[in-house]
């Protein structure tokens, strides 16, 4: 019983480390291969400074008065 | 009413010292979930169930847990057919237990006694429908996305199942059958529910040992694995940093449970069950567009699986059936299979460091048995001890996971394995 025993040990030890294997060479390949295959840029992997702002008016005239005020400073000089 | 023979049902006169043993057992575990905070969802549930299983039913009446349909089953005796007559009218009942030996019982018995309750909530733990319930709810709860960041790691969670197959051995080389010693290897997966599925396949006779034994060590993940950790790592192992990890989209966690089960089913179909259940429970997470079902997944579904496992597996524990000298074996064994689960992870990762240039906190591979999240927090508190600065719980999460995929495998090869007997 035991000989049969170290058989089953060995074999479900032997599977269990392929199975996880598999799993892990696929999980290593699997950017590159999404990447070859569906170049498309993932929604969550967009930097948030890539993603389009919404902008206000409000945001438009402060960046107008910003820049003039800017400009007239640089103009004055020290 | 005769106040003589209402005493003679009162438990005072009919309970054994034995029952009152397992009451104490009960208390042991609520006090230890109250005042230790060791895995309280399990350990209150099993606890109350153990006193109410302990209580002696009183004869004539279906209380206990293996009170079906009139008769008494116990464990393993879970093969009844319905005897019916020329007129297609159920007349009798036979129960064949595990040694084959058949009791008939009169269907007019059957009809005037039905199970009692707790025997239809534990019918979902012997026919193994819950365990599998719950893997859908840890699926839907788990984030696999340091694993997927780190794959390398996955190999730690398969390292820590040597535990299973060597207490696989002992059990053999004690005189356990080889379906019992499986049931009894998977211990040291450290994962109850697996370990409550395999033993209703393999051996339904030690289920309630089993289960027992398994979410104990569970609940004892902070006191078993610490001083093993220490002890075959140096202190400047416990101190090597992991470096972050990667950010992983979202087209790999979609990706990530559908390739996974069919690795899995491919090479161990019989580890479907509970691997579908998983994998199906994290697709219906990561799709992002069954967030309902998710979400129901992984709070009130598992809640409520997990209320009726504990207390059926703790009222399954009569003393009659449970205080045997198998039942100290089983628990004996199932200490050992956790102890060598948790040196088998680690060592296998310092044995990993030797190849690898970019080297990992062996403590890691503690967390590679699967008593998600506890060893994975163990892992943390040890590494926490030596360098407060150095943060492993989420790397530690990626071994752990792993383990739970590992030791569905590992259940799935000992079922098809040893049901063809060995």
Redesign the interface.
């Known amino acids: 019983?035991?000989e049969?025993?170290?058989g089953?040990?060995?074999?479900?030890?032997s599977?269990?480390?392929?199975?996880?294997?598999?799993?892990?060479?696929?999980?290593?390949m699997?950017?590159r291969v999404?990447h070859a295959v569906?170049p498309l840029p993932?929604?969550?992997?967009q930097p948030p400074s890539s993603k389009a702002k919404p902008t206000s008016t409000e945001d438009e005239l402060v960046a107008a008065i910003a820049f003039a005020l800017h400009t007239e400073l640089q103009r004055k000089g020290p | 009413m005769d106040p003589l023979e209402f005493l003679k049902t009162t438990a005072f006169l009919t309970i054994h010292w034995t029952n009152l043993v397992m009451i104490v057992v009960g208390l042991v575990f609520i006090t230890l979930a109250i005042v230790k905070h060791y895995e309280p969802l399990l350990l209150v549930p099993i606890g109350f169930g153990v006193i109410v299983g302990n209580i002696p039913a009183v004869p004539g009446m279906a209380l206990s847990v293996y009170d079906i349909g009139g008769v008494e089953v116990r464990q393993g005796e879970v093969q009844t057919e319905i005897v019916k007559d020329a007129d297609n009218e159920p007349v009798m009942t036979t129960v064949v237990d595990a040694d084959g030996k058949t009791t008939e019982v009169p269907q007019e018995r059957v009809k005037a006694q039905m199970g009692s309750v707790l025997s239809y909530i534990y019918f979902g733990v012997q026919y193994g429908i819950f365990p599998p319930l719950i893997f859908l709810g840890i699926g839907a709860m788990t984030d696999f996305s340091t694993?997927?960041s780190n794959?390398?790691l996955?190999?730690l969670?398969?390292a820590a199942?040597?535990g299973?197959?060597?207490t696989?051995?002992g059990a053999?080389?004690l005189g356990f059958t080889?379906e019992e010693?499986?049931a009894i290897g998977i211990i040291g997966g450290a994962d109850g529910p697996t370990a409550i599925f395999l033993s209703t396949k393999l051996a339904p006779n030690l289920l309630g040992a089993i289960a027992i034994a398994a979410y104990s060590y569970m609940a004892l993940v902070p006191v078993i694995q610490p001083p093993i950790m220490k002890l075959l790592t140096t202190r400047e192992e416990r101190l090597i940093r992991m470096p972050p990890p990667r950010?992983v989209?979202?087209?790999?966690r979609i990706?990530?449970p559908v390739?996974?089960f069919l690795?899995?089913a491919m090479?161990?179909p019989a580890s479907i069950v509970l691997l579908g259940m998983l994998f199906f429970g994290n697709l219906l997470k990561e799709s992002c567009v069954t967030d309902r079902l998710a979400q129901t997944a992984r709070t009130a579904l598992i809640d409520v699986v997990t209320i009726v496992l504990g207390f059926a597996v703790g009222a399954s524990t009569q003393a009659q059936t449970f205080l045997t000298p198998q039942s100290l074996g089983i628990f004996a064994l199932g200490a050992a299979s956790f102890a060598i689960a948790t040196a088998g992870g680690v060592l296998f990762a310092k044995l990993m460091n030797v190849f690898l240039k970019q080297k990992i906190n062996p403590l890691l591979g503690a967390a590679g048995v699967s008593a998600v999240p506890d060893s994975a927090r163990v892992v943390q508190m040890v590494g926490h001890q030596e360098d407060p600065h150095n943060h492993l719980l989420m790397h530690a999460m990626a071994p752990n996971v792993?383990g739970v995929?590992?030791s569905a495998?590992?259940a799935g090869?000992?079922w098809s394995?040893?049901t063809k007997s060995?």
């Open positions: 019983m035991l049969h025993g170290f089953a040990a060995l074999g479900g030890m599977v269990v480390f392929a199975a996880l294997l598999l799993i892990t060479l696929f999980i290593a699997l950017p999404l569906w993932d929604e969550d992997d | 694993m997927l794959p390398k996955v190999l969670g398969a199942q040597v299973v197959f060597l696989l051995l053999l080389f080889p010693s499986g950010k989209s979202r087209r790999e990706i990530f390739a996974a690795i899995c090479i161990a792993a995929i590992g495998v590992a090869v000992l394995v040893l060995m």
